[in-house]
């Protein structure tokens, strides 16, 4: 086995990762902490691996690397934006920092592979706070979770929410329009801490201050909370902002100021909101103009989930259909795959 002929590569690699972060910390962002940590990390594998420099050039043969060919005949690996840079990157470096961390035990270096796993946590912790300072999160496909305990037969938020997550739903959105301000402020915080654990987008509905303290991904604002301008104004250019819709105009509107979603409904009735059907219609203009992503919503029902999934929805809110399920897990299980499947 050529161990160290893999050493080399990943230690490049993991090098390399981290210097594309770095310098995106520096001058893109001129962010001193991150930018420091990043280098710090960096020199410190380099010197830890130092005694073995002469071994691994030996081994080093980048011509003959049969993976060079695969790269280049590929255009997967390409990226546009500096999200999508970062995200790759930070991949990029926890993945060789494993390479390192395996071969490292195989050539006797058991304290080296220890310190090598102690590395990859430091750039896990930098990672999220990279993402959530610095990377707005993208919405989703499937179905988006929202919570509501006057449906959920006596279950918490909470509980639909960890149920939500289990069955692999990607975007929640607390959304409570009846607790008290301090209650619903220790409920999201919880949710933000579940989401943000298992890799799910968490919106916070109505309340911008909740947002911010809880460190969510983003805002839902209707037609009649804050502008789209101002929720920018106190969140900054990394998170989210949703604005409810329920006509072309408002939509276009909401494009205009810069939403980064809407949401397109009520399409049937609803007793979950007080606001009239839109119907079929509006979703097909959706589909058919709306450039960013839309949320269809209202009064979707497992049985009628297949009629709004052919007009070419492809993220869908259930609101009741999903909180007032006796197995919560299941129902979004179902509902979601039905919805990816469809856009498949
Ligand atoms: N916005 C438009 S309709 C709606 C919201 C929040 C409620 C949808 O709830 P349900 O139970 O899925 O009809
Ligand atoms: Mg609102």
Known sequence: MNSYRILDANINRTSEGL???????????CNKGTTEKLKKIRHGLRKNFKEFNDEMIFHRDSLKDVGLKISQSTTLDNKHSINELLTANFKRVSESLRVIEEISKIIDEYDKSKLVEKIRFQVYEIEKEVSSKFIKQVIPFGLYG??????????SNIECVKQMVDAGVKIIQYRDKNSEIEKKLREAEQISKICKSNGVVFIVNDHIDIALAVDADGVHIGQNDFSIQFAKSLLGPYKIIGRSTHSPEQAEKAVTEGADYIGVGPIFKTTTKDTAPVSLKYLEYAVKNIKIPFITIGGIKEHNLDEVLSYGADRVALVSEVVGAKNIKEKAISINSKILEKNN
């Open 146 to 155: 929202i919570t509501c305990e006057r449906f959920s037969n006596g279950k």
């Open 19 to 29: 210097r594309v972060i770095e310098d995106i910390m520096r001058f893109n962002y």
